[in-house]
């Protein structure tokens, strides 16, 4: 066989369809374009975007694609627009989920822009609970016990590009200011650095600070320890079905008792909206929720509450109104039985998960947009997009494209690992006989099937703890 040299070709003209090598689609974006038609997602997104769009002039871009487009963003795990552009124009199987042609242009991300800043996040809302109502038409919402967890996204904004909101002076004009009160005229880079080292208090306050970028973001501690530039996102998620009720993205300054409130109301209006007849009757939270207030204002909503209490040595009642002792102690009776153990180890492992999902393998971790606005109107999509990829697990067992893979290869992986461990030590060459086999058969034909299995197994097990309730 000779080398193959590259040389540059020009295309056809003409090319027939039957020699364009575009064979089936992923099950997992057949299944679900098929789920959205029969539900008429499209026809329902363009009926909602019909009053932001002129009725003369060239037709844009269908809303239906778009929203698609930012699924495909969560299912493939990236976070730009410019990426989800990217793997669209680049797939087969993604062009056929969008309804595009393969001599057709895939929407570039400046589309994808002017899209979002042309609907109102109004729009993303209503997506979200017709999403939300596919789950309830499976009977996979609950709604009585709700868990609420909250985190920390990261702002597309610097910290060395902070302001004062006084004088509007940088980091370096500010250290500037310092030295020349200390008298030192004309300070140079490495007196500045010293000075800064030496600085009693070397705290940034919201109160003083801003980025001249993007103002609605708030300086905070992420999770990893770093200070930065951040926006706080709180979901609302039913223990029982996993499903993600509320989404709300709010200052990152802003405590969790006093966001806790608007995510819970939010989640009882989702709730009908969605057609659920379910109440919501309990509310999980950790123990950063804790406070005094809360706890009555959720009391006298009829709310029982499973809130941890902080660690206090001694607390005194006689400086505050009964009705916060009452709802004090009555959470922590609810808390110690073990209706309450348990409901706080479901938040902690499903409330979490949604997270997991939507910030790391969904790629929202990282807001590469400016103004709470916008960094919520991707977030409540990328929750939406959660809630399918839930919808089409528990009831199609059907995981997503990056996940079903990982999840054969775990089983594989610990059978092989079994069948090995049992093989007679004294007979090494038949262990090595049986890696080889079963790396042969995993190929063809038991990691097709490990996937299946993983995944049914799964399902039944989130199915019996459905019907079984809290």
């Known amino acids: 066989m000779a080398l193959g040299k590259r040389k540059p070709k020009q295309d056809e003209l003409f090319i027939p369809r039957a020699k364009v090598a575009s064979g089936p689609g992923h099950p997992f974006y057949s299944k679900l374009n098929q789920v959205l038609g029969e539900a008429g997602f499209d026809e329902f997104v363009e009926k909602l975007c019909v009053p932001y769009y002129k009725e003369g002039g060239r037709p844009g ?47 570039v991300h400046a589309s994808m822009t002017i899209i979002r800043q042309r609907l109102p996040e109004s729009v993303f809302d209503k997506v979200f609970v017709f999403v939300l109502s596919l789950l309830e038409q499976q009977g996979l919402l609950r709604g009585k016990s709700v868990a609420i967890d909250a985190t920390t996204l990261e702002a597309n904004a610097a910290m060395k590009s902070i302001v004062r909101k006084d004088t509007g002076e940088d980091w370096k004009e500010y250290l500037q200011g310092l030295a020349k009160a200390e008298g030192i005229q004309n300070p140079a880079e490495e007196d500045l650095r010293r000075l800064d080292r030496a600085r009693k208090d070397k705290k940034v306050s919201n109160a003083h600070w801003e980025s001249p970028t993007d103002p609605d973001s708030r300086i905070a501690k992420m999770k990893d320890g770093r200070t930065h530039l951040a926006y706080k996102a709180e979901h609302a998620v039913d223990v029982v079905s996993e499903a993600i009720v509320a989404t709300t993205v709010t200052f990152a300054d802003k405590s969790d008792a006093q966001s806790a409130p608007v995510t819970l109301s939010l989640a009882e209006a989702n709730l009908v909206l969605a057609g659920s007849e379910a109440q919501i009757q309990e509310a999980v939270m950790d123990k950063g929720y804790h406070d005094n207030q809360l706890l009555v204002d959720l009391a006298q909503r009829g709310v029982r509450t499973y809130i941890p209490e902080r660690r206090q040595k001694t607390r005194r009642w ?35 998960r949604t997270f997991a999902h939507v910030c790391e393998t969904g790629g929202g971790r990282r807001a590469w947009l400016r103004g709470q606005t ?97």
């Not at 871009?61 to 410019?82: A, C, H, K, N, T």
């Not at 009705?323 to 499903?350: D, H, I, P, T, Y």
């Not at 990328?382 to 089983?411: I, S």
């Not at 079963?438 to 063809?444: D, F, I, K, Q």
Request: net charge positive.
């Open 61 to 107: 871009i269908p809303p239906g694609v778009y929203f698609r487009m930012v699924l495909i963003g969560y299912f493939e795990g990236l976070d730009s627009q410019r990426g989800i552009a990217w793997r669209c124009a680049d797939s087969l199987g993604l062009r056929a989920f969008l309804g595009i042609g393969i001599t057709e242009e895939t929407p």
């Open 374 to 470: 916008n960094v919520s109107k991707l977030h409540t999509l990328k929750c939406a997009a959660y809630n399918l990829g839930l919808l089409l697990r528990k009831v199609w067992g059907l995981c997503k494209p990056r996940n079903a893979e990982a999840a054969g290869a775990a089983l594989f992986l610990v059978f092989s690992t079994i069948l090995v461990l049992v093989t007679p030590r004294t007979n090494q060459a038949a262990g090595l006989l049986w890696i080889w086999l079963l790396s042969v058969c995993g190929m063809l034909l038991v990691l097709p099937l490990a996937t299946r299995v993983t995944v049914l197994m799964r399902t039944r097990r989130e199915k019996w703890h459905f019907l079984t309730g809290c």
């Open 318 to 352: 006689t400086d505050k109104p009964v009705e916060q002792e009452q709802a004090f102690r009555a959470n922590r009776r609810r808390v110690r039985r073990n209706k309450g153990r348990q409901l706080n180890r479901w938040r902690s492992e499903r409330c979490e």
